[in-house]
């Protein structure tokens, strides 16, 4: 089993800026990818980026340019720097990794304010 903790989550206003953090516990499962997904009120869990082992990554469009996500494989840590924040980027954002199965974390609340 791999479990996750995430942190950074918080209230900012628009144009601002916020580092996610995401921790995962040592286990034997190799995990190919991690990454975090968006969950807004209402709406399904979408995909915002993600990166590889190797260190490929993919946006969401709507983050591209603004996103980065990045990797410590030693730490077994994924972070997502989010910077010129905008409103409808506000949900609970899920840090996940990928091994033979999708582990989750407990998500983390991000709210955009105008």
């Known amino acids: 089993q791999v479990q996750l903790v995430e942190s950074g989550g918080g209230l900012v206003q628009a144009g601002g800026s916020l580092r996610l953090y995401c921790a995962a516990s040592?286990?034997?499962?190799?995990?190919?990818?991690m990454g975090w997904y968006r969950q807004a009120p209402g709406e399904q869990r979408k995909l915002v980026a993600q990166?590889?082992?190797?260190?490929?990554?993919n946006y969401a469009d709507s983050v591209k340019g603004r996103f980065t996500i990045s990797r410590d494989n030693a730490k077994n840590t994924v972070y997502l720097q989010m910077n010129s924040l905008k409103p409808n980027d506000t949900g609970v954002y899920y840090c996940?990794?990928?091994?033979?199965?999708?582990?989750w974390g407990q998500g983390t609340q991000v709210t955009v304010s105008s």
């Open positions: 996940y990794a990928l091994g033979f199965q999708y582990y």
């Open positions: 990166i590889t082992s190797s260190g490929r990554t």
């Open positions: 040592r286990s034997s499962v190799s995990i190919n990818a």
